[in-house]
């Protein structure tokens, strides 16, 4: 079973802010396996980027997603107020997220 | 519009059964794989079974596997969890999701507590 960890466990921004998350796989993984979630509480997760770095539809192009291999990121150009929440990483099983709050 | 509504869950002792379903509309539910995601409280997401379109696939994360039997009805456009010998550790709320190498639906969710 692969094994996503994810990086920072927390990142504090200040909105406007560039916001750099990591995921690593435990060994290589295909890009197209890999995604990406946002959730904020008490709401169900939404995608954001499918084959590692396509955006889905509706996601602002704020959102970038990259990486290959074993290490994917996951890029906010410029934090906007409604994005701070939790992120995962996916590839079949999640990663443990990435808590992007406010400085 | 593509909906998915999860229902099902409760209150169950340890040891316990309970079966969860989700309704599916907006889409041809037949031509997509299914799961179950699950989130405890406070924690993060976590993978629990799949299953592809004619129900002849499935799959589950180890700590399920011999309890919880996931299954679907394409005539009815809905899919099942049975979950049986329930643990404390299986309280989370479960969410039904659209998607095999990616989930671009979820449902609502459906909290189950396990507890005496």
């Known amino acids: 079973e692969i094994v996503l960890t994810q990086s920072p466990g927390t990142l504090s921004l200040s909105p406007g802010e560039r916001a750099t998350l990591s995921c690593r796989a435990s060994q290589s993984v295909s890009s197209s396996y890999l995604a990406w979630y946002q959730q904020k509480p008490g709401q169900a997760p939404r995608l954001l980027i499918y084959?590692?770095?396509s955006r889905a539809t509706g996601i602002p192009d704020r959102f970038s997603g990259s990486g290959s291999g074993t290490d994917f990121t996951l890029t906010i150009s410029r934090l906007e107020p409604e994005d701070f929440a939790v992120y995962y990483c996916q590839h079949f099983t999640f990663g443990g997220g990435t808590k992007v709050e406010i400085k | 519009e593509v909906q998915l509504v999860d229902s099902g869950g409760g209150l169950v002792q340890p040891g316990g059964s309970l079966r969860l379903s989700c309704a599916a509309s907006g889409f041809t539910f037949s031509n997509y794989w299914m799961n179950w995601v699950r989130q405890a409280p406070g924690k993060g997401l976590e993978w629990v079974a799949n299953?592809?379109?004619?129900?002849?696939?499935?799959d589950y994360v180890d700590s399920v596997k011999g309890r919880f039997t996931i299954s679907r009805d394409n005539a009815k456009d809905s899919l099942y969890l049975q979950m049986n010998s329930l643990r404390a550790e299986d309280t989370a709320v479960y969410y039904c999701?659209?998607?095999?190498?990616?989930?671009?639906?979820w449902g609502q969710g459906t909290l189950v507590t396990v507890s005496s």
């Open positions: 084959d590692a770095s």
């Open positions: 999701a659209r998607g095999r190498t990616w989930i671009d639906y």
């Open positions: 299953i592809n379109q004619d129900g002849s696939d499935k």
